[in-house]
């Protein structure tokens, strides 16, 4: 019976002094330099765009005013397009576009590296030569031209294009987890795990995956950063997905009024440049983390 | 060194070949019609289409002509565009030297800009200096290269009229000789500063990573304790071996370069390949297109082999077999 309050105050003191692993990342993460205000200007981001049909009930197309409005006048806060429409409802509902966009063909990136880049880094041999001839040609074939014929053949509905931008992304991460699989199976541990029987698809998934995905965490936010690029280039060529207001679309529709109203090409530019400047800085601050200099701070 | 050109020689055949039959097999199973486009969209008659289509070999198997295209490539020939009615070889060669004015006067200016803002910002690591110039790197970064190019037009060119707002030449005045050398040059400032710009911050990424990273290395701490002038190790030892990757870089980023420089092109009316391969795009010009893929898929290549080459040059550690 003695021995239970000191087992019970052994388990409280270590629940009490390690900290979860949420907090692990968290700290250093905020003591980033660049992570807090990258997650900030997300939150912004991701507000406008979850709340866009509250704070435009009209919709992105509605012909609101009768003219070309500056910002500010007649209830209309950024102004209105050639056509009368509302800058801001047309903004929050382009911001939803962007993001869907970019998360979905960051997280199929995602997927795809994972599973392709573990196999050919844990088997080796063949899988690898295999892998390495499809991602040089991947290397040697400009992404931006691909997914402009996709689009251009296949059509431009939203759908093709995460799908498109997302399959052409995923050679940078498989290359990163190839690497960590091909440091992480000369670990004893793995080796042990081999040893024991464990079968080979069981060891991908339970370990060497879950231990290796990490630095791919922070690639992923940069995938979602080129991906909004991406797709506002589509858009600016005509190639967007011509029912959803997109902030390319907005920039190549400002592009004949520009000069006599500047807000109209240069604001959903500004949109662009902050939501993808947020997915880098969390990027920069996720590294932040992972980097050794962090562990100071995590100690 | 010959053994060593030859052996990556022989592994990018394929891969080439791969993509010539990748983009062959994906423009040609997408919808979407040349001989209807040709033809007209409303009037022609279904007999008009199926003779264009005879005529350009679209009636065959897929397979049948893929093999006579691949026939035709290893003789040198890159077949006829169906819009231009002139062979692509030609159409191409006529577009490259604008475009490679503009990427790669781009790539050097970004070249030797990026890496000398990474180079300070990684000596004053932690600093201030530090922290603005990577937060503006990454604003930069951010920018959709077809908007600054707006952005610069509006400026520097509507408001302000310094510069040509677009186009290579001003085609009104005829001149000739070295006026229109400088007429040429007057035009490829805002185009070549927009390319420039959004390039910058890759240089200065990687050459900030690289410095920071030559600076924990043991033979600067042995100059260090040897007592020899920060300044000395930083410029005579660390920098140098500090700017390898960037070798790299600026060769796996020329791919990067002609697709960023197609959106630029747009904007500034640039008569170049860019500008052409949307065109081909909006109008299903199969051969021109494929023409274009498989040019740049070698130029690519080449510009890697030749940057790996560079690379062991420069660092006697590597030896190539």
């Known amino acids: ?125 063949w899988a690898d030569l295999v892998f390495s001839r499809i991602t040089d040609m991947f290397l040697i074939m400009p992404a931006f031209f691909l997914i402009i014929i996709v689009v ?84 600016f060529i005509g190639l967007g997905d011509p029912n959803k207001a997109t902030w390319g679309r907005m920039i190549y529709d400002g592009r004949t009024t520009i000069l006599t109203a500047w807000w109209t090409s240069v604001l959903p530019g500004v949109a662009i440049i902050i939501t993808v400047l947020g997915f880098y800085l969390v990027g920069d601050g996720i590294s932040y983390v992972l980097s050794p200099r962090s562990r100071k701070v995590q100690a | 060194m010959g053994r060593y050109i030859s052996r990556q020689l022989a592994s990018i055949i394929p891969t080439i070949f791969l993509s010539v039959v990748l983009n062959f097999i994906l423009l040609h199973a997408a919808p979407g019609d040349p001989a209807r486009i040709m033809a007209g969209m409303d009037s022609a008659s279904p007999e008009q289409i199926e003779a264009i289509r005879v005529k350009l070999g679209l009636d065959r198997p897929l397979p049948v002509q893929f093999w006579n295209y691949v026939k035709e490539l290893l003789q040198g020939n890159l077949g006829q565009s169906i819009t231009y009615k002139q062979p692509v070889l030609d159409l191409i060669m006529a577009r490259l030297p604008a475009t490679l004015m503009l990427t790669v006067t781009s790539a050097v200016i970004a070249l030797v800009i990026g890496t000398l803002l990474g180079a300070i910002a990684a000596q004053k690591s932690g600093k201030p200096t530090d922290t603005a110039l990577s937060f503006s790197n990454y604003a930069l970064f951010a920018m959709p290269s077809f908007w600054l190019g707006l952005i610069l037009i509006v400026i520097f060119a509507s408001k ?160 190539l077999r």
């Open chain 1, 1 to 125: 019976m003695s021995q239970l309050p000191l087992s019970t105050d052994a388990a409280l003191a270590s629940t009490v002094r390690r900290p979860s692993r949420f907090m692990a990342f968290w700290k250093p993460f905020m003591a980033s330099k660049m992570g807090p205000i990258g997650l900030a200007i997300l939150i912004f981001v991701a507000i406008c765009a979850i709340f866009a049909n509250v704070i435009a009930p009209d919709g992105p197309f509605a012909l609101g005013a009768p003219r070309l409005l500056a910002p500010g006048s007649e209830g209309h806060l950024l102004g209105t397009d050639h056509l009368g429409r509302d800058m801001v409802a047309q903004l929050v509902y382009g911001a939803r576009v962007s993001l869907v966009i970019g998360l979905v063909a960051a997280l199929i990136s995602l997927v795809v590296g994972v599973i392709v880049g573990s196999i050919a880094g844990y088997y080796g041999g």
């Open chain 2, 160 to 319: 302000l009229g310094w510069l040509p707002t677009s186009g290579m030449r001003n085609v009104r005045a005829g001149y000739t000789g070295w006026r229109d050398t400088l007429d040429v040059m007057e035009h490829l400032i805002l185009p070549v500063a927009t390319l420039a710009l959004v390039q910058i911050p890759i240089y200065f990424r990687v050459t900030r990573a690289s410095v920071l990273q030559q600076q924990r290395e043991d033979y600067v701490t042995t100059f260090r304790a040897t007592g020899l002038p920060e300044g000395r190790i930083f410029r005579r030892y660390a920098l140098r071996n500090a700017l390898l990757p960037t070798v790299t870089v600026f060769g796996l980023s020329l791919g990067f370069v002609f697709t960023g420089a197609a959106l630029v092109e747009i904007v500034f009316a640039w008569p170049g390949i860019g500008r052409m391969t949307l065109d081909a795009v909006g109008r299903r010009d199969y051969p021109l297109l494929l023409g274009i893929y498989l040019i740049l898929a070698i130029a690519v290549s080449i510009a890697v082999l030749i940057t790996d080459l560079v690379y062991a040059l420069l660092d006697p550690r590597i030896r």
């Open chain 1, 152 to 235: 251009a053949t296949l059509g431009s509905g939203i759908m093709y294009v995460m799908i498109v931008i997302g399959l052409t992304a995923w050679p940078a991460s498989a290359r990163l987890m190839r690497s960590q699989a091909l440091t992480l199976r000369e670990r004893t541990f793995i080796q042990g795990l081999k040893a024991l029987g464990e079968s080979s698809p069981r060891i991908l998934l339970r370990h060497i995956i879950p231990n290796g995905i990490q630095p791919l965490i922070a690639n992923a936010s940069l995938d979602v950063a080129s991906a909004i690029l991406i797709e506002a280039g589509l858009s």
